[in-house]
């Protein structure tokens, strides 16, 4: 998902490794669950309401759970099925051509009827709104809109892309009423009418209330009467003590590493578990590559080889996180190992110092790494800090640490102000082509003056044609290398993915995986 709209809190998105639940939370509910409301806290903001704008991932988390979509990832699959659509699919052998048939009888909460005109309506406002804090960057490809009759909608487009029925799956492809949204503006209301499994009760600054939709018709089975979303706005304290205190259900985002490590500790007799899993989630190094340092490539190969991922994991994010080697996580098809096969695990300073060498750099390196506090998690400030003392520890750099607001960090990183900043990525759909087209296609969003004419010319256009995914490893591995190569980012770590959960909760381990979508209607608890 958009770095720029990164959740600021420990890594803990996607992917839940079913082997590692026990305990609490992790039964189906079939016989446990009544249909209580259920209250889960987090320590982040929902920053929109209108699916026009939002493209952070609590934003989205309301969009999965009020909208419905033409598709929708089943629990633990990363391939879409049909949702609000009965059927999907590319009509020419290009795959510019994509159509869907909606099922019968589709409404809004409001009772509205659903039609191919609410999603032809839905695709052509997002666009003309073209929100920069939206999902519209989604769809470059999306040249038009049909309606040929109520139930057929017909997606035309400029370019072969063979994840578009992925892309519309997400929260991107939300359907609102046409007659409850302005075709040319975002609603301001804070108000939402969707077809999903819920209704947007209310929100605040505090909570967001969903009630059951008594119109939805879908493929979801609600197995509670409702959820209550409790934000902690960043106060990773409180929302620790909240799971103590049992004032929510549920803590799904926001403990720090510190607060997972004491969690874990705990008797059992606390009445909470920690469910940990994997994730798809990742941070990079981002090196500007006109930078009049970090722009040397004997600089970037220096400091991929110095860098101590296992030490950073250990240290800094106590075992909550994963070294990453690659720009494409692993559990993501078409991942390998670019750069532990080219640097390795295990920092070497003589080969950091043949690097500078071999560019012709002699003396210390000076090197200011640029973060920001929270936006990439609690502990971010702490790990750059850490990686300065790496690279000083080898006698080659001078490297030092500075940290800005985020909205000061994007104007500066756009500005081209700094070297080597940090990034993170919460993919927006489970397929290698969410962790390249954005980082390194046509308008890339780390805004580090990279371009590669084999990748954006080539390896990009021919994977996104490709309809069989598991086609695509060849290119996807030729990308990776070729980025390991060139340094323009240096991975960093993988997430894994934490929630705490209190005795009589169940469900959670099927709102946890891949596909980044937080189910509802999956929650049950015993009747308190």
């Not at 988390?61 to 990363?78: D, I």
């Not at 992925?166 to 077809?195: F, M, N, P, T």
Request: net charge negative.
């Amino acid at each position: 998902m958009n770095i720029r709209n990164q959740w600021p809190v420990l890594p803990i998105m996607a992917g839940l490794a079913s082997g590692l639940l026990t305990g609490c939370g992790t039964e189906t509910g079939d016989s446990a669950g009544d249909g209580s409301d259920v209250v889960v806290g987090m320590s982040d903001d929902v920053l929109a309401t209108d699916p026009a704008s939002g493209y952070d991932p609590g934003s989205w988390l309301l969009f999965n759970n009020v909208f419905q979509s033409l598709l929708s990832f089943p629990n633990g699959a990363t391939e879409p099925q049909p949702e609000a659509a009965e059927s999907c699919a590319f009509t020419d052998t290009r795959t510019t051509v994509y159509k869907c048939t909606l099922k019968d009888g589709l409404k809004f909460s409001n009772g509205d009827a659903l039609t191919s005109e609410d999603v032809k309506f839905s695709f052509d406002r997002m666009l003309k709104i073209n929100d920069p804090d939206g999902p519209a960057i989604m769809f470059p490809m999306l040249e038009k809109v049909e309606a040929p009759d109520d139930r057929t909608v017909v997606f035309r487009l400029n370019t072969a892309d063979a994840t578009f029925p992925s892309k519309i799956a997400s929260g991107a492809g939300s359907i609102v009423d046409h007659r409850s949204y302005d075709a040319d503006g975002l609603r301001k209301d804070g108000e939402a009418v969707g077809s999903g499994p819920y209704r947007l009760e209310s929100i605040d600054d505090k909570q967001a209330v969903f009630a059951v939709n008594e119109n939805y018709k879908g493929t979801a089975e609600v197995k509670n009467s409702g959820v209550i979303l409790k934000f902690f706005n960043g106060d990773q304290a409180a929302l620790k003590q909240a799971i103590q205190d049992e004032d929510v259900d549920i803590a799904y985002r926001g403990l720090t590493a510190g607060d997972i490590a004491d969690m874990e500790k705990a008797d059992d007799g606390t009445g909470a578990e920690v469910v940990e899993g994997s994730s798809a989630e990742v941070q990079h190094l981002v090196f500007n590559m006109d930078h009049p340092v970090a722009g040397k490539l004997g600089v970037r190969r220096a400091i991929a080889h110095l860098i101590d991922r296992e030490a950073l994991i250990r240290d800094v994010y106590q075992g909550t996180a994963t070294p990453l080697y690659s720009i494409v996580p692993a559990g993501i098809a078409g991942h390998n190992t670019a750069f532990f096969d080219q640097y390795g695990a295990r920092p070497s300073t003589a080969k950091a110092k043949a690097a500078l060498r071999e560019d012709g750099i002699t003396g210390k390196v000076k090197l200011t790494l640029w973060s920001t506090p929270v936006r990439y998690g609690p502990a971010t400030d702490q790990e750059l800090e850490a990686v300065a003392g790496q690279l000083n520890a080898s006698g080659l750099f001078e490297a030092s640490v500075k940290s800005v607001p985020f909205g000061q960090y994007e104007k500066d990183i756009a500005a081209g102000k700094y070297g080597v900043y940090v990034k993170g990525w919460v993919p927006d759909y489970p397929d290698a082509d969410n962790f390249t087209a954005p980082f390194f296609g046509k308008g890339n969003v780390l805004n580090n003056n990279y371009e590669n004419s084999t990748i954006t010319g080539s390896l990009i256009p021919r994977t996104a044609a490709l309809t069989n995914r598991g086609a695509t490893d060849k290119e996807f591995g030729e990308l990776q290398d070729i980025v390991a190569d060139e340094l323009p980012v240096l991975p960093v770590w993988q997430a894994k993915q934490y929630a705490v959960v209190r005795d009589g909760v169940y469900g959670l381990e099927y709102c946890l995986d891949a596909s980044t979508v937080f189910r509802f209607w999956e929650l049950s608890k015993d009747d308190a």
